[in-house]
């Protein structure tokens, strides 16, 4: 299973952005799989940001994007969004996708329940 992450940029505080990521490979069983975003910036840990099971919709958030951020998915496209509306400088980071091979609601903010990462894509708002 890969993971390609898309629609990083810079924007101005308040502005929106839409991250993007894909899935590719006959192994991605979506239907039993969670996925999520994190973020990170230099020096810090991996911080979760939000998380949606694949098979039923149901979506987690960290509390410090919620009400901003909308994370969703594309049964067709196989693909998982985040849409991130009211940004604020102190959401600058890389963010990543991942993947974790089966519904880990209870755990789903823990990087290490993740079995597959995208490459990052940066996240930069001006202030």
């Known amino acids: 299973v890969q993971l390609q992450a898309s629609g990083g940029g810079s924007v101005q505080a308040g502005g929106s952005l839409r991250l993007s990521c894909e899935a590719f490979g006959r192994r991605f069983n979506r239907y039993r799989y969670t996925m999520g975003w994190f973020r990170q910036d230099p020096g810090k840990e991996r911080e979760f940001v939000a998380g949606i099971l694949w098979s039923d919709g149901s979506t987690h958030y960290a509390d410090s994007v919620k009400g901003r951020f909308t994370i969703s998915r594309d049964n067709a496209k196989l693909t998982v969004d985040l849409q991130m509306n009211r940004l604020t400088h102190e959401d600058t980071a890389v963010y990543y996708c991942?993947?974790?091979?089966?519904?880990?609601?209870?755990?789903?903010?823990?990087?290490?329940?993740?079995?597959?990462w995208g490459e990052g894509t940066q996240v930069t708002v001006s202030s």
């Open positions: 991942a993947a974790a091979t089966k519904d880990i609601s209870g755990t789903i903010r823990r990087p290490s329940e993740y079995t597959y």
